[in-house]
């Protein structure tokens, strides 16, 4: 079965500072990668997606991710992060003989504190 | 027009009682979904219905029942509610080929 690893918890980054938050996965194939983002007491907001080609996905909200098969990993990136951007941030994995019925797999999560 | 929408928002209710939490789609899409999310943020799948079919069920006890009237709805009842399923419940819903998938507000639910 596949996993995904959040290895932060918590990260803080001081407003206007660059954003990396790491997501591993360990699955056999190339799985769908996700990254979404969850404001305090809201639902989860898909903010960009992986399937196949380009490695490097632009998303919403000024938010990038890369693909990298090589280390398994699929990290969020964003240049200048902004108060609001301050939410948990979950990594999540579709695959699977099930397709898209199966569900996702999701990381821990990683909490995004913004300082001003 | 809100995509995936969910009620209650919050669910505050004893030991024992039976309740239930209601999910609609307005996507058109043919696979929704029931996630707990615990006191950890953990998300975890619950149910897959496909065009009201269960397509899966992951070890969740038998006290909790999907029910789909159709491919636009998911509804999940609770049967003799305890502690332990005091959590936030997300639907989502999502085209199931893809996994990409769309979630809902969310419902709290706190079992006294």
């Known amino acids: 079965a596949q996993s995904v690893t959040q290895p932060d918890i918590h990260i803080t980054v001081s407003e206007g500072a660059s954003l990396e938050l790491r997501c591993n996965y360990s699955?056999?194939?190339?799985?769908?990668l996700f990254w979404y983002v969850q404001s305090p007491g809201q639902g989860l907001q898909l903010l960009l997606k992986y399937f196949s080609g380009d490695t490097l996905v632009q998303g919403i909200k000024g938010f990038e991710a890369e693909f990298k098969r090589s280390q398994s990993s699929f990290n969020l990136r964003k240049p200048s992060v902004h108060w609001s951007d301050a939410a948990e941030y979950f990594c999540?994995?579709?695959?699977?003989?099930?397709?898209?019925?199966?569900?996702?797999?999701f990381g821990k999560g990683t909490h995004l504190i913004i300082q001003p | 027009d809100t995509a995936v929408s969910q009620t209650p928002k919050y669910l505050v209710t004893q030991m024992g009682n039976d309740k239930s939490i209601k999910c609609e789609q307005n996507l058109g899409h043919d696979t929704m979904y029931w996630y707990k999310q615990d006191s950890k943020k953990f998300l975890k799948i619950m149910f897959s219905?496909?065009?009201?079919?269960?397509?899966i069920n992951e070890t969740v006890p038998n006290r909790f029942s999907p029910k789909s009237p159709d491919k636009a709805h998911l509804n999940l009842h609770i049967n003799s509610l305890e502690l332990g399923d005091s959590a936030v419940y997300f639907c989502?819903?999502?085209?199931?080929?893809?996994?990409?998938?769309?979630f809902g507000p969310g419902t709290r639910l706190t079992v006294t």
């Open positions: 699955y056999g194939a190339t799985p769908y």
């Open positions: 989502a819903s999502g085209l199931g080929t893809s996994y990409e998938q769309y």
């Open positions: 219905y496909n065009n009201k079919e269960l397509i």
């Open positions: 999540a994995v579709g695959a699977g003989s099930g397709g898209g019925a199966d569900g996702l797999t």
